[in-house]
């Protein structure tokens, strides 16, 4: 039988949906949950790390959706009921700039305003939220549309995970993908002063 090899798929779901092949690397999640309260993932180029990070959230993340399947044939099951219960458990912030590579910091801007957008606009169960207030709405509302300002948009995780955090009960995962790419961008363009105090801001969770 002629096997799939998933050449340039980063989608867990997708791989497991379409019958890839899947070298089983879900033992990562036990790794994660007897680590630090933060991991640093340090691999080498191509070897999978924005696959790993789907997994991931795809393990982790609470949706309508029972993903469970894609893990019961996997070695994290394998792990034990305690490991089992974390599926499925946690609101999951993912954002990916292995793609913000632009000349100047306003693209560079531009681009990470839509990443943070999309990645609000996945999380359109707070709009309905008894437990976000008004403020809160408004700012999601600023958010999505692009209309915040720099500074608002420095916070924008920070916020996000707040929000998240009030309308579950529970703390979010947060999975942050190429982080450095737009300060390696900024380091060979001449805005490295600019994107490296943006950054730094908008990671200020950490």
């Given at each position: 039988?002629?096997?799939?090899?998933?050449?340039?798929?980063?989608?867990?779901e997708?791989?497991?949906?379409?019958?890839?092949?899947?070298?089983?690397?879900?033992?990562l999640?036990?790794?994660?949950?007897?680590?630090?309260?933060?991991?640093?993932?340090?691999?080498?180029?191509?070897?999978?790390?924005?696959?790993n990070?789907?997994?991931?959230?795809?393990?982790?993340?609470?949706?309508?959706?029972?993903?469970?399947?894609?893990?019961?044939?996997?070695?994290?099951?394998?792990?034990?009921?305690?490991?089992?219960?974390?599926?499925?458990?946690?609101?999951?912030?993912?954002?990916?700039?292995?793609?913000?590579?632009?000349?100047?910091?306003?693209?560079?801007?531009?681009?990470i305003?839509?990443?943070?957008?999309?990645?609000?606009?996945?999380?359109?169960?707070?709009?309905?939220?008894?437990?976000?207030?008004?403020?809160?709405?408004?700012?999601l509302?600023?958010?999505?549309?692009?209309?915040?300002?720099?500074?608002?948009?420095s916070?924008?995780?920070?916020?996000?995970?707040?929000?998240?955090?009030?309308?579950?009960?529970?703390?979010?995962?947060?999975?942050?993908?190429?982080?450095?790419?737009?300060?390696?961008?900024?380091?060979?363009r001449?805005?490295?002063?600019?994107?490296?105090?943006?950054?730094?801001?908008?990671?200020?969770?950490?």
């Open positions: 039988m002629a096997h799939k090899f998933p050449i340039g798929i980063q989608t867990f997708r791989l497991r949906n379409d019958g890839y092949v899947y070298v089983d690397k879900t033992d999640v036990y790794q994660i949950a007897h680590g630090a309260v933060f991991n640093f993932l340090a691999r080498p180029r191509r070897f999978g790390k924005t696959l990070m789907d997994m991931l959230r795809t393990f982790f993340e609470k949706t309508e959706e029972d993903t469970s399947v894609y893990f019961k044939d996997k070695k994290i099951w394998g792990c034990g009921a305690k490991y089992r219960e974390y599926q499925g458990k946690y609101p999951v912030i993912f954002i990916t700039f292995k793609d913000v590579k632009f000349e100047t910091w306003g693209e560079t801007f531009e681009n305003k839509t990443i943070i957008a999309a990645e609000f606009r996945r999380h359109s169960e707070l709009f309905e939220s008894e437990k976000c207030d008004q403020y809160d709405k408004e700012y509302h600023k958010v999505i549309s692009g209309n915040a300002s720099e500074v608002e948009f916070g924008a995780l920070l916020y996000l995970s707040q929000m998240l955090d009030k309308h579950h009960g529970i703390a979010p995962i947060i999975i942050i993908d190429e982080y450095d790419t737009p300060i390696q961008q900024g380091h060979m001449g805005f490295y002063d600019k994107v490296i105090l943006f950054m730094r801001n908008l990671f200020y969770f950490f």
